[in-house]
């Protein structure tokens, strides 16, 4: 099993930057990708990006390219969503999650592990 432990969110006025962080401990050696997903309030959780768990290839939703940023910390396990200009469209409670499989890296049932979120607010 893999654990996964979010933080970093918080209240930021729009345009400002958060940077989450997701811990991840466990079978991390069994991990294919990593993926940060979002859900707001009455909606559906929803792609936010992703990248593979040895490094190189990132993914982003479109809302969120150019001013998102995935990234792993070797050295402390985790990985890490870097927010900038952010937007009130942008508030959602932020989910890390595991995959041990190849599949679609921005469809939820692609994931075998959640961490319990970190909220994100951004007011206007």
């Known amino acids: 099993q893999v654990q996964l432990v979010e933080s970093g969110g918080g209240l930021v006025q729009a345009g400002g930057s958060l940077r989450l962080s997701c811990a991840a401990s466990?079978?991390?050696?069994?991990?294919?990708?990593m993926g940060w997903f979002r859900q707001a309030p009455g909606k559906e959780r929803e792609f936010v990006a992703a990248?593979?768990?040895?490094?190189?290839?990132?993914y982003y939703a479109d809302s969120v390219k150019g001013r998102f940023t995935i990234s792993r910390d070797n050295a402390k396990n985790t990985v890490n969503l870097q927010m900038n200009s952010l937007k009130p469209a942008d508030t959602a409670v932020y989910y890390c999650?595991?995959?041990?499989?190849?599949?679609?890296?921005?469809?939820?049932?692609?994931?075998?592990?959640w961490g319990q979120g970190t909220q994100v607010t951004v007011s206007s």
């Open positions: 999650a595991a995959s041990y499989r190849g599949a679609q890296k921005s469809v939820t049932t692609s994931y075998d592990y």
């Open positions: 466990g079978r991390t050696f069994s991990v294919y990708y």
């Open positions: 990248m593979n768990w040895n490094g190189g290839s990132t």
